[in-house]
């Protein structure tokens, strides 16, 4: 029950009661990977379906994701980091020219809550610091997103960099965001596209092969 109220703290987007039940828990000598796995993660998957039914807007999403980091910043020191490694590690940015990453978080934290490793270059990412980072961060996955029609091609550049790098077999290229569809993935060389922060986290499933 202790994990339920934790995971309905999130639901409904109370910061300061995720806290203290959170630390309440670990006081109790829980396990934080309990806590993270049944109370926190749970309450960002009950998020997760929520705006996918149109039931939960991006406000609320990202309210919950709020009250879901307030909880996993209690306890990710508490977690042998082993889990994320082995489920694999994600780069995500919003691509150059456009600032526009309140999609981006959201998809982030909802990778997160799923036990992916997330290194996360925020808004207007030049091509090659996508690129530096693929090599560097060796990840399983890129993810880009893009908010405007006038910066969308920014996303081939990058896949296009990757090629000429001999990096593009080594990571599997997503894209999201308003102005881009299935289509537009596939023209441009990447391996899928997420509608929305749930979308991504199948679509990632998928092509890692969890």
């Known amino acids: 029950m202790d994990f339920d109220n934790i995971k309905k703290a999130v639901v409904d987007m109370e910061v300061e009661k995720v806290k203290d039940l959170v630390t309440k828990l670990l006081k109790n000598k829980r396990l934080p990977e309990e806590i993270l796995e049944k109370g926190l993660i749970a309450g960002m998957k009950e998020v997760g379906r929520l705006f996918s039914c149109k039931e939960y807007f991006v406000p609320e999403v990202l309210m919950a994701s709020e009250a879901f980091y307030a909880g996993f910043d209690l306890v990710s020191p ?94 599997k290229v997503i894209i999201g965001g308003a102005p881009v569809n299935e289509d537009f993935a596939k023209r441009i060389g990447a391996d899928g596209y997420g509608e929305d922060a749930s979308a991504a986290v199948s679509l990632v499933e998928a092509l890692i092969g969890e």
């Open 78 to 171: 508490l977690i042998k980091t082993k889990q994320m490694k082995e489920k694999g590690k994600i780069i995500i940015g919003v691509v150059e020219g456009d600032i526009h990453d309140i999609g981006k978080n959201i998809v982030k934290v909802m990778l997160e809550a799923s036990g992916y490793q997330v290194v996360d270059l925020g808004k207007d990412v030049p091509t090659e610091i996508f690129v530096d980072s693929v090599t560097r961060e060796n990840p399983k996955i890129l993810a880009m997103s893009a908010l405007m029609t006038t910066t969308m091609m920014k996303m081939k550049d990058v896949v296009k960099s990757l090629e000429h790098k001999k990096l593009r077999n080594k990571v």
